[in-house]
């Protein structure tokens, strides 16, 4: 089991997470959930990690800016 630490921003329309540890591992959803979903997809696609086995530490960064 591997954990990614997550920057969470929420923009006007979708949540954009972006794993620090990994570079290119970005995701974006309308719900917080399905973007998480995708990150873990995207991090087992880059890292040949089972999804199962990605564990996010998410940090929300509220507010507007961000990188959308």
Do not use: C, N, S
Request: aromatic share 6%; proline share 6%; hydrophobic share 45%.
């Amino acid at each position: 089991m591997t954990t990614y630490t997550v920057i969470a921003y929420r923009g006007e329309r979708r949540w954009t997470l972006r794993a620090l540890d990994l570079p290119g591992a970005v995701a974006q959803g309308v719900l917080l959930e399905d973007a998480e979903a995708v990150l873990r997809a995207v991090i087992a696609r880059l890292t040949g990690e089972d999804v199962d086995g990605i564990v996010l530490d998410l940090a929300p960064i509220p507010g507007p800016g961000g990188f959308d």
